[in-house]
């Protein structure tokens, strides 16, 4: 009985040593994998489901979930979040989350243009290289682990749901500019060749007629001709015409996306008190709809990640990427941006951009950093002609980034606490 109390004290001795910063090392280890072991049984379950084994998940039922999902579950859940937790005070204090979003991308293309120089990607892949370490998962693997994360009681964040609003609507905040990025900076990027395919196995690929292949999102609305062709139309019609040229130039049709209309409605109704108080208050006479909101918001993550993990069947099939381009793309997006990224922060914190006491801020920025290659620069690629290459980067880099990402999660609870 005495060895039993002697090794008690022991471990209580070896707890209390341990948890000098007020949190022991196997507390902070658990608190950082538990999400990402959660995130990672879901996308197994999706996994399975697309297998050939089982096969409920198809590829074509796979494109229904992530529509279903991007069109409505996320914009539901970037509504009610960020409308409930916004104010117009609150985001002029959260204006370095888009600008930490912005240098977290040219910080991580300009690793991924030093990497692409040093492993020399296969021919028309250098650009694509740079993509894939620049630009990461801001939105919905944070949302998804923030979730998690404030789902268990014992996390240092204190309240659960002040721990998951705060931290939605922090991600959510900086979805609408990772969302610009990825439909200019990204859909350039990975513009096909000038031999117009990814798929080059010899030199003699015929070079298409740009106009005649291609994909309909770069073919004009109206040509050029047709605007003003009436000298006879009247100033609104002409004014009209204009506007829709300028939407198609801007490509403003790809930005506007669901889930950035939701971001800005959302930011809009919520700075206007009279406003948030009809729709984003609890007695309030709309949060009927709100709430739906709520519920519908609730079953996004499930589908994104059982979505997630079915597009991964697909993953390490044959890309003409290779070995080492590949590992290269792993390496850079998951080892080198991070310091990067938390380099980053620590300066702007030292500067005092970032509102005092506030972890819950400082953790999501690190986050945006930390993340594996974005999902959505996938569904770029895909329209772009290089889908299957990404699918098999993206496989890889989700399978390391659940090791990588409980590491360096560890590391910000030991900073931050």
Same mark, same amino acid.
């Given at each position: 009985m005495s060895h039993y109390h002697a090794v008690q004290r022991l471990l209580s001795v070896f707890e209390s040593q341990a948890s000098g910063g007020g949190q022991s090392i196997l507390d902070s280890i658990k608190i950082a994998v538990?999400?990402?072991? !959660?995130? *990672?049984?879901?996308?197994f379950l999706g996994f399975l489901m697309a297998s050939k084994y089982v096969n409920i998940l198809p590829a074509s039922g796979r494109k229904l979930l992530n529509g279903l999902v991007f069109s409505l579950l996320l914009p539901c859940l970037i509504f009610s979040q960020l409308g409930q937790a916004v104010t117009l005070q609150k985001m002029l204090e959260w204006w370095f989350i888009p600008v930490n979003v912005v240098l977290g991308s040219i910080s991580g293309s300009i690793i991924g243009f030093i990497v692409a120089s040093i492993v020399r990607p296969?021919?028309?892949? *250098? !650009?694509f290289t740079i993509v894939h370490i620049g630009i990461g998962n801001i939105g919905n693997v944070p949302l998804v682990l923030i979730a998690a994360l404030c789902r268990d009681a014992s996390n240092p964040f204190g309240d659960s749901e002040k721990c998951s609003t705060d931290g939605t609507a922090y991600i959510s905040f900086g979805q609408w500019v990772g969302a610009i990025i990825l439909y200019t900076y990204v859909f350039n990027m990975l513009a096909p060749p000038p031999e117009g395919t990814f798929d080059i196995e010899d030199g003699n690929v015929p070079i298409k007629s740009p106009l005649k292949d291609a994909p309909s999102e770069q073919l004009p609305l109206l040509s050029h001709e047709n605007v003003f062709k009436e000298s006879g139309?009247? $100033? $609104?019609? $002409?004014?009209?015409?204009f506007l829709v040229l300028l939407y198609d130039k801007l490509k403003l049709k790809q930005?506007?996306?669901p889930p950035i209309i939701a971001s800005i409605l959302a930011m809009f109704l919520g700075a206007i008190p009279f406003l948030k108080r009809l729709i984003f208050t609890s007695d309030a006479p709309l949060f009927f709809f709100t709430d739906s909101c709520i519920i519908l918001g609730e079953a996004m993550i499930p589908c994104i990640l059982l979505a997630l993990g079915g597009n991964l069947v697909e993953g390490p099939g044959s890309s003409k990427l290779g070995l080492r381009t590949t590992a290269a793309i792993i390496f850079g997006r998951l080892v080198l941006v991070p310091p990067a990224g938390l380099g980053i922060v620590t300066l702007a914190d030292k500067l005092g951009f970032l509102p005092a006491g506030d972890k819950m801020f400082r953790f999501v920025l690190l986050l945006q950093h930390t993340m594996p290659t974005s999902v959505l620069s996938g569904a770029v690629a895909s329209l772009r002609g290089c889908g299957k290459d990404a699918a098999a980067v993206l496989f890889w880099v989700h399978i390391f980034a659940v090791f990588s990402m409980a590491g360096w999660i560890v590391l910000y609870l030991h900073l931050l606490f």
């Open positions: 538990l999400p990402i072991a !959660k995130v *990672f049984t879901m996308c296969p021919y028309p892949f *250098f !650009k139309a009247s $100033k $609104k019609e $002409k004014i009209m015409e930005i506007l996306q």
